[in-house]
């Protein structure tokens, strides 16, 4: 099997070039590595060197006009040439094993998603083993059957995600469980997810760019974060989320030493549902809506 490696990236300078570097030096080489690149306008440095690695055919470096995390999705999904693709985030540090542990997981799985653990940096250090009924970890160390993945490190093989129409490219701004929506039509279909713990990044989490760029949910007025979470529930035949996640949103120590940003942030929530009513009624846009634009 052929990988292509696929990485969408927003606003992201030197800790980008560092994660190119580390993956190119991982053996086996995939057959490609493709930057979907959503930058406005890059560091002069960070320019120079992003031209040069696709001259010199070591990437393929391809330009967006507009930011949108599931659209850079659908265009690498497009262009691909590998048999399966495997979609990093732009601010990792990749383990020695990461594209042999995917190839060996699809090699042994023929229902063709392989999700591959993510070590976030408060999990750098070992923790004791969770109880048998504690929601998954992605940090895990044990091969398991899931029910999700983590957009940061995942493979499917291309027909796959073809026949599956890509992602929906409705999942604006940080494009929150767009993820979770594409497996759940993933798993509607009797396949699953083999969680693949040999297949590893470190993510590094870049305090800017990414999606990073919209604010942090906790304090933001803007429904950036909010969107996906209530269109993933209609999308899915959801709608307890509508009542779910305002309290959610509000029920956490952030707002109890900050009360006067309850009303902010349930303004958020409300325009957030809003927008996702929007989306919904003019129906998903997948794969066949996207071009590239370079």
């Not at 052929?2 to 057959?31: F, G």
């Not at 850079?72 to 495997?86: F, P, Q």
Request: net charge positive.
């Amino acid at each position: 099997m052929k990988l292509s490696v696929a990485i969408p990236t927003y606003r992201r300078e030197q800790v980008l070039l560092d994660t190119l570097a580390a993956l190119r030096a991982l053996e086996p080489a995939p057959l490609e590595i493709l930057v979907v690149d959503q930058t406005e306008r890059h560091e002069p440095r960070t320019e120079e060197e992003l031209r040069a690695l696709d001259t010199a055919g070591r990437i393929r470096w391809i330009r967006l006009s507009q930011p949108s995390i599931t659209r850079a999705m659908n265009v690498a999904l497009a262009l691909a040439r590998g048999d399966a693709v495997l979609y990093l985030d732009d601010d990792i540090r990749p383990e020695a094993q990461l594209f042999s542990g995917h190839l060996r997981a699809h090699a042994a799985h023929a229902d063709g998603l392989v999700a591959g653990r993510v070590i976030q940096p408060w999990e750098e250090e070992p923790a004791p083993n969770p109880s048998p009924d504690a929601r998954f970890r992605f940090s895990s160390t044990e091969a398991a059957w899931v029910r999700e993945f983590m957009g940061g490190n995942f493979s499917v093989r291309r027909d796959v995600a073809l026949a599956l129409g890509g992602f929906d490219e409705n999942f604006v701004r940080v494009a929150y469980r767009f993820e979770a929506e594409f497996a759940h039509r993933y798993c509607a279909m009797g396949a699953r997810i083999l969680f693949e713990p040999g297949a590893c990044i470190h993510h590094l989490r870049a305090k800017s760019g990414g999606t990073r760029t919209w604010g942090d949910y906790l304090a933001t007025w803007r429904p950036d974060h909010a969107v996906g979470a209530y269109y993933f529930g209609l999308r899915t035949a959801s709608p307890g989320v509508f009542v779910k996640r305002p309290l959610q949103a509000v029920a956490n120590r952030f707002h109890l030493n900050r009360p006067w940003r309850i009303p902010i942030t349930l303004w958020s929530e409300a325009a957030g549902m809003l927008w996702a009513l929007f989306l919904f009624a003019r129906g998903p846009r997948r794969l066949g809506t996207s071009t590239v634009d370079r």
